[in-house]
Nanobody, 121 residues
Framework: QLQLVESGGGLVQPGGSLRLSCAAS????????IGWFRQAPGKEHEGVLC????????NYADSVKGRFTISRDNAKNTVYLQMNSLKPEDTAVYYC??????????????WGQGTQVTVSS
């Protein structure tokens, strides 16, 4: 069974950090671009960051520039989203998704189930 599983979400205070993980099972991530997306209550689904199969990253959300970074460890078949200086407006369900090779905002083949991130004091 091909699937992506996110983990690492939770409740954090403003200014805190979290690292989300996106682990693949049933296939290797080596040749896939992995995108992180998020959806807050009442808001549209939003692209956050993506990392291509070659390791290049693309930022889709100006609001996370300088605070979020994306990385991959192909040996662990996992992609990470490091989130620093978190703000209440970062509160959302975060999803990872996989598509072949290159980053884009659409046409992803596999999606995870999502992990909740809540930033609140």
């Amino acid at each position: 069974q091909l699937q992506l599983v996110e983990s690492g979400g939770g409740l954090v205070q403003p200014g805190g950090s979290l690292r989300l993980s996106c682990a693949a099972s049933g296939f290797t991530l080596d040749y896939y671009a992995i995108g992180w997306f998020r959806q807050a209550p009442g808001k549209e689904h939003e692209g956050v960051l993506c990392i291509s199969s070659s390791g290049g990253s693309t930022n889709y959300a100006d609001s996370v520039k300088g605070r979020f970074t994306i990385s991959r460890d192909n040996a662990k078949n996992t992609v990470y989203l490091q989130m620093n200086s978190l703000k209440p407006e970062d509160t959302a369900v975060y999803y990872c998704a996989a598509r072949w090779a290159m980053c884009a905002l659409k046409e992803y083949d596999y999606w995870g189930q999502g992990t909740q991130v809540t930033v609140s004091s």
